[in-house]
Nanobody, 118 residues
Framework: QVQLVESGGGLVQPGGSLRLSCAAS????????MGWFRQAPGKQRELVAV???????NYADSVKGRFTISRDNAENTVALQMNSLKPEDTAVYYC????????????WGQGTQVTVSS
């Protein structure tokens, strides 16, 4: 069994910052790409940022220059530093990881709410 557990969501004013963290645990032989997705009410889930095991990073255009993704391969964690938050960043944020366990699987966290509002 593999679990992804997120933390760090909450309510923040426009222009503020939040840091999301995600820890992978269980029978993990190797972690490939790890990333963050988000889903706002009435919208489809979208990619926010992804980082490969080798450190290659891609961001959605809407968050470039404001969000930073990082990972700690020794701790099996991925983080998302979100700065200059805007109301349109409000969504449930999901951690995602491509994992080699007993089989190769794509795992999701339970989601954490981020609300940007004054």
């Amino acid at each position: 069994q593999v679990q992804l557990v997120e933390s760090g969501g909450g309510l923040v004013q426009p222009g503020g910052s939040l840091r999301l963290s995600c820890a992978a645990s269980g029978s993990i032989f190797r972690l490939y790409a790890m990333g963050w997705f988000r889903q706002a009410p009435g919208k489809q889930r979208e990619l926010v940022a992804v980082i490969t095991s080798g450190g290659r990073i891609n961001y959605a255009d809407s968050v470039k220059g404001r969000f930073t993704i990082s990972r700690d391969n020794a701790e099996n964690t991925v983080a998302l530093q979100m700065n200059s938050l805007k109301p349109e960043d409000t969504a449930v944020y999901y951690c995602n990881a491509d994992i080699q366990s007993m089989t190769r699987i794509n795992a999701w966290g339970q989601g954490t709410q981020v609300t940007v509002s004054s």
